[in-house]
């Protein structure tokens, strides 16, 4: 995939030449040093006055597969959401179509979003997209995902406190080189995928979004020791109405809730890789 596709997530496949970085095709994030899975929210460097606490050591997250057989079944006779007589589900779509303008290099991520509990849903749902990419690996295609998605601020704050985060040794633990590219013959995979978002509170010109999500992380290749993984995050976003769009303020992120892991068998390292190549990305709308 590309950053190219599906309004703008993308890019060739060495993101550096078109300012995110990367295998063009995903999403990422650093590890958090707070337990959990072994990625995921390195790149939280806002949390009020708090500093982005760096951790170098990847735990290789091993894949079990878990039977269902005698697992129970629900009510078969509970309404389903949306369906006639049933109250309305709080993420069912808005029926508003996703914003057609577009920022940071190459107009890779969305803009334009509306001033209103939707608007502020489907920019933290994008914005998270973007934060998760695997462009956060190289440092143009970072300040510029930055410089898109933060206030001037708090992107200004970020720059510094990440670039030293993404360093070569941690990059190196990844399996990537000193400028986030991972060896000949292996892809580099990432990907942030939004299940769902919940406006905390808006006022005006402030508003607080959280975004459940779930994640693809590893580098898929021979020879891998950190294979493509999943993780399931929740990141809250605090929003500003800055010149006619939202803007980060602030975010936090933590673990979960995370379903029980599915009995699909792991695919092939080739298999994935293809995947990640001819499937591209979204534009989310509330």
Known sequence: MSFGDEQGYGGDANRADDGFGGSGQTRTRLPDGRGGDAYGGGRRPVRGSRSLVTVVGVVVVLIAAIAFANRGGGDDK???AGAKGAA?????????????????????????????EQGAASAAANYAVALGSDGMFTPDSRHAILDAVYTPDAAARLKGALDAAYSTAFL????????????????????????????????GDVAKVSVWYTGLIGLSGPGSTTPVTTTWKTDTFDLRWLADDWKVTADAQKNGPAPVPGDVAASTSDAISK???QYGGFTYAR
Request: glycine content about 14%; hydrophobic content about 35%.
């Open 88 to 116: 309305a589900d709080p993420t069912a779509a808005s029926g508003v179509k996703p914003v057609t303008g577009t920022n940071g290099t190459n107009g890779a991520i969305p803009a334009g979003f509306a001033k209103d």
């Open 172 to 203: 190196q633990k990844l399996g990537l080189d000193a400028n986030g590219e991972p060896p000949q013959g292996s892809t580099f995979i990432s990907r942030t995928i939004p299940v769902g978002t919940k406006v905390e509170s808006i006022n």
């Open 275 to 277: 995947a990640v190549e």
């Open 78 to 80: 509970t309404p389903a």
